[in-house]
């Protein structure tokens, strides 16, 4: 989620799991949503006026809302995939987006609640379906200035995988990024490798350790339990070590990352 004008960004799932909230503060049935934010607000800021407030529900192609205070107005869009969500749930959504917006601690009960629902089978079936169905997904196909991701996804599939997995699309990114090295879309079953990665200065092992890693979550999904994401499970991680160079492609990462950092601050 992202918050606009110096907005905070909503949390994902937590790693650490809360226990259930004992006496939640349960959203009064039959409020409207401008009801519901109307008196968390009036519990985040007792002492504000009552600012003016617009909720509206919008086509997103995920679990993102926003908040923008502007003129003494709070617009909040949210996600039409909570439309139906039930009052407690919208209830937590606003105390995270109003906490956020003005520095305050969200209440931790309010963030187990809304985690635990964005976690629940059915809910993230929807998620899901809705970032197939209108995401936007750019995949600039397997073949780099250097390198072809085809060729490495075949020949690591042959010596780790038997040549059984099924293959994604394959494609680099359009930004050369110094943070996410390559990550696995399952609502568009793709792999995608930053474009640093194609660099001259990038040896052919930092790319094949970075689509192992990647084909790996193909191999092992990330398990949830309750308001817990294990996006790396025992299985992954131990997979990951058969990688016969995984500590020396690792510190190959770390020297591109580095100079890469470097060289814009010149």
């Avoid at 919208?90 to 987006?97: G, K, R, T």
Wanted: net charge positive; charged share 30%.
């Amino acid at each position: 989620m992202q918050v606009e004008r110096g907005q905070p960004r909503l949390p994902g799932f937590d790693e650490e799991e809360l226990p259930e909230p004992t006496h939640p503060a349960a959203a009064i049935l039959f409020e409207t949503p401008v009801e519901i934010c109307r008196r968390v607000f009036r519990d985040v800021r007792p002492r504000t006026p009552f600012p003016e407030f617009s909720v509206e529900f919008c086509r997103f192609a995920n679990a993102n809302s926003f908040i923008r205070s502007e003129n003494g107005r709070l617009e909040l869009r949210i996600t039409d995939a909570l439309e139906a969500a039930p009052a407690p749930i919208l209830e937590a959504l606003a105390y995270i987006l109003i906490c956020k917006l003005f520095r305050k601690p969200v209440p931790p009960a309010q963030r187990h609640r809304y985690n635990l629902y964005l976690n629940r089978q059915d809910v993230r079936r929807s998620l899901h379906l809705l970032r197939q169905t209108r995401g936007r997904k750019h995949i600039s196909g397997p073949a780099g200035e250097r390198f072809n991701l085809q060729e490495i996804f075949n020949e690591l599939n042959e010596r780790f995988f038997n040549g059984l997995m099924a293959q994604p699309a394959l494609g680099w990114s359009r930004r050369v990024s110094k943070t996410i090295l390559g990550h696995f879309d399952p609502s568009h079953n793709a792999i995608i490798i930053s474009r640093l990665l194609d660099k001259p200065n990038a040896p052919r092992l930092a790319v094949e350790y970075v689509m192992y890693h990647e084909m790996l979550h193909l191999r092992y999904p990330v398990e949830t339990n309750g308001v817990r994401r294990r996006i790396h499970p025992k299985e992954f991680r131990d997979a990951e070590k058969l990688f016969p160079q995984m500590k020396e492609a690792k510190a190959v990462l770390e020297t591109l990352c580095g100079a890469a950092r470097r060289s814009e601050n010149w």
